[in-house]
């Protein structure tokens, strides 16, 4: 957790929603009592060591700071809800203190000192406690029988597509911070930096570890950009270095940012294609408003891409055609975008309502996985991109789609990899509010050679 | 997995070692097969990201490189190990090439196109076969009913004790590269770094990411040196900056290292208390030698603390009295050493023999969960610390024994947290080979104020 002071005024509000979302819920399911596992830590196989920490995303809606193994948030109708935290003797580890900060009062606090201790705050009878949390045997051995019923976490993953201003604040929060990193690294870059160098150039500026950012840094340059989860970073510096795609974040309060940019070593042409992606990025952020369906908007980034592929020559016939004929996908191969909160493809992306429906992907949309109809109060990324894949580019070329391509023309492209724009946008009924051109990337140019 | 060309020459004596082993224990067990897998990805609750991937150990002592999710090594009597690679049409994902690698001549290599097809490869009656790995989900779907066979294990525990030459030299290796990182930790500290900073700098020297090492980097200053797995880094500076303890490592084709260095920001009595640990230090790699019990040597270990106590003026009683009213323990509350392997804390500590018999702590020893003698070959960290911490001191302060404490004198030093310097050493029949003390860091004086 890191926050401004500014967010705890509007944290009270925010356990308001979801307090009067609970006691909804409660009453439909005749439940007493949610019990919210934040989760146990995980042991690596026949060893001590532990992986990092990762909170059940239910109980980081509730609580703030995210690095409380064994903690609970219990919600039941008409009391505030209680934040459980676990006070046991370890000298051996930093332990978060948490009883001082601001954000606390919006909770009654007990304190556990072993985690069974949580027994003791439970009702004896559990027909209508509900438990929220991985850990299935912990649930059982509490003697409950209602352990992450659909209906709740439908309910939950539902609602929480619609952004309290806490949230929203929280998302403005991690984009500032992320833009600074996305500076830092793009300056590393412009300085012959290696992939390795630019994640600690981006990491001295968020003063955020590997483990404490919502997804894996994604930093490639050259070939490295047409991976698109590039996660294994070279450690080696790159000569000739062309190019380099970043794509990553930050988390505050639990909250993701997901900003992707793409930079050119060189003014050339990769950096007019870097332009045109940029281009059709704030073009369909434009188009993104309530009423849109995301499917509909992803088909349009086909048509983009597609006219872009023809106007740099890489493709020889029709938009209607490449699309048709699937060529668009080969290039663009990944969904335009997602909802975005407390995990980075946040939950709810096709799902109708509260009860869990689901929104099929269209025919032909494979590769989108948000299938939902856009509406206010929801944040979701826009992350048009063109790239270079080795694997997909090799099967087009033995198709029958071959002659269609200019293949001279992809293969000047290759060596840069790819390139994708990623901003994160809140949609409201009157405009949107593109949180990212919101921080110092929107008047930032690089400085290349 | 990052490794000098030298290794290689090494590995196939390695493989042969293993593999000698494996086959009497297969003769033993009336077994014909074993197949080890390395292990899959985690998910973290209700998202699409996983933990960072750690492989199976016992994976890791035949293949040098960890990051193979889904690969497998299959062992029988009288024919090369087959190492099994997951080769699936993933254009997501860097997927590491070990194709080409040196090392893998040692292999007989399958690839599978999905994860499910190692049923191929695997007898279809597995009455003689075991599996070896996390997944019991995967070995019960794939048939087998011995599954992670006690015997087993605690053979090849037992065994792991004893390193092969290449073991040694991935050792070496590994230690040479952290104590690079620890050169620059403290040159970064005494420029005034906060213990994030510092950790960049541990990380650009080493070029290995959070969850590339062994354990997490422990980087305390002032009071964090107090906490003996300070994991959570603080970002901010500390003024005035007084002290800094780091624990951290490296790992080389999956073996790792595990070096604390302690460093004063000025010339001062906390700088003479780290001299005094320092040579406690040495001391006791004196005295480990073959024959020995670890335990003796813990013992021995709060004799010398107990002097220390004793001559710095925070304790006053004759070290025989400390050690019996447990005020040594006060002070260092942690293990004098562990085995050093594919695991920072090595598997067969406490075993007598291959069949696993157990060797318990010695009564008062609590702390020490190595219990074994030592034998030629093997590999230890001694790692003696005095601390300052909170928790400890207060209980002391209300006890009975409070009296034979030197307040006074101990509040002078809280401020630094506290003092650990750990090497990593090989015992051989005639000497000891201290692979800490063979870097960089043997002759490196720190410059301070
Ligand atoms: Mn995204
Ligand atoms: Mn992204
Ligand atoms: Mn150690
Ligand atoms: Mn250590
Ligand atoms: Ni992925
Ligand atoms: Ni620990």
């Not at 307090?19 to 060893?47: C, M, P, T, V, Y």
């Not at 059940?56 to 609580?63: E, G, I, T, V, Y």
């Not at 390139?419 to 400085?447: C, G, P, Q």
Request: net charge negative; proline share 5%; charged share 25%.
């Amino acid at each position: 957790m890191i926050a401004s002071a500014g967010l705890w005024r509007l944290f009270q509000s925010h356990i308001d929603e979801l307090q009067k979302r609970a006691e909804r819920l409660l009453e439909r399911e005749n439940l007493e009592l949610l019990a919210i596992h934040s989760g146990q830590q995980k042991r690596w196989f026949l060893d001590d060591m532990n992986y990092p920490f990762r909170a059940n995303p239910h109980f980081k809606a509730w609580c703030p700071e995210t690095q409380l193994p064994n903690a609970w948030v219990i919600v039941q109708s008409k009391t505030k809800p209680t934040l459980v935290l676990l006070a046991a003797d370890d000298f051996w580890h930093t332990v978060k203190s948490v009883e001082s900060e601001d954000w606390i009062r919006a909770f009654h606090v007990e304190h556990l000192k072993t985690p069974e201790a949580i027994e003791t705050l439970l009702p004896y009878d559990k027909k209508h406690a509900a438990y929220i949390g991985e850990h299935i045997e912990v649930a059982k051995a509490l003697g409950f029988d209602n352990i992450n019923p659909d209906p709740v976490l439908h309910f939950f993953h539902y609602h929480r597509l619609f952004k309290t201003d806490y949230e929203l604040a929280c998302l403005e929060e991690a984009n500032a911070l992320a833009a600074r990193g996305h500076i830092a690294a793009a300056e590393a870059f412009a300085e012959g930096a290696s992939e390795f160098e630019c994640l600690l150039s981006y990491m001295s500026e968020t003063r955020q570890g590997q483990n404490e950012v919502p997804y894996g840094h994604i930093i490639g340059q050259n070939e490295n950009a047409s991976v698109l989860h590039h996660w294994q970073l070279a450690t080696a510096n790159k000569t000739p270095l062309r190019s380099m795609l970043v794509d990553a974040g930050a988390e505050v309060c639990g909250y993701a940012a997901d900003i992707s940019r793409t930079w050119s070593y060189e003014h050339n042409e990769y950096e007019e294609l870097i332009a045109a992606i940029d281009q059709i990025t704030l073009a369909l952020i434009d188009k993104l408003k309530p009423g849109v369906s995301f499917p509909d908007l992803h088909r349009l980034a086909h048509e983009q891409i597609a006219n872009l592929l023809f106007a740099f020559g890489f493709v020889r016939c029709s938009p209607e055609q490449m699309i048709e004929d699937g060529i668009t996908t080969v290039f663009f191969p990944h969904g335009l975008g997602h909802p975005l909160g407390l995990q980075v493809h946040d939950v709810g992306a096709a799902q109708a309502d509260e009860r869990g429906t689901p929104i099929p992907s269209p025919k032909g949309q494979l590769t989108l996985r948000t299938t939902r109809t856009v509406e206010a109060r929801q944040v979701y990324t826009i992350e048009p991109g063109i790239y270079f894949i080795e694997p997909l580019l090799n099967k087009l070329a033995s198709s029958n789609k071959t002659h269609l391509i200019n293949w001279k023309r992809v293969d000047e492209f290759r060596p840069y990899g790819g390139v994708r724009i990623e901003d994160n946008i809140v949609v409201y009924r009157e405009k949107n509010d593109n949180l990212t051109r919101r921080t110092e990337l929107k008047d930032f140019k690089l400085k290349v050679n």
